[in-house]
């Protein structure tokens, strides 16, 4: 079962930027993909953005699209977030999930019990 681990978070003024990590450990699949969801308190988790195996296809969503770039590590398992431009609607609990294919972390469905501990990103105005 994999679990990532997720570090970078922090509070910054609007138009600054942060730059999240995770790493993946434990046992997994021979490749993977890996993505970045986040969630604010009373609503429901939203993806953010996801990025195959190997890096050739990366996926995001419309809000944060031209503002947040999703790469992998030379190191499969690790996965990075970086966030330019941010506003205080990015304020959120940012969480790192993995799953067979791209497109089943754009629509929500990682692998059971991949989700990762979370870290806070809080944009102030």
């Known amino acids: 079962q994999v679990q990532p681990v997720e570090s970078g978070g922090g509070e910054v003024q609007a138009g600054g930027s942060l730059r999240l990590s995770c790493v993946a450990s434990?046992?997994?699949?021979?490749?993977?993909?890996m993505g970045w969801f986040r969630q604010v308190a009373g609503k429901e988790r939203e993806f953010v953005a996801a990025i195959s195996w190997r890096g050739g296809n990366l996926y995001y969503a419309d809000s944060v699209k031209g503002r947040f770039t999703i790469s992998r590590g030379h190191a499969k398992n690790t996965v990075y977030l970086q966030m330019n431009s941010l506003q205080p609607e990015d304020t959120a609990v940012y969480y790192c999930?993995?799953?067979?294919?791209?497109?089943?972390?754009?629509?929500?469905?990682?692998?059971?019990?991949?989700w990762g501990q979370g870290t806070q990103v809080t944009v102030s105005s």
């Open positions: 434990g046992r997994t699949s021979s490749d993977y993909a």
């Open positions: 999930a993995c799953a067979s294919w791209g497109p089943l972390l754009v629509q929500g469905n990682p692998d059971v019990g991949s």
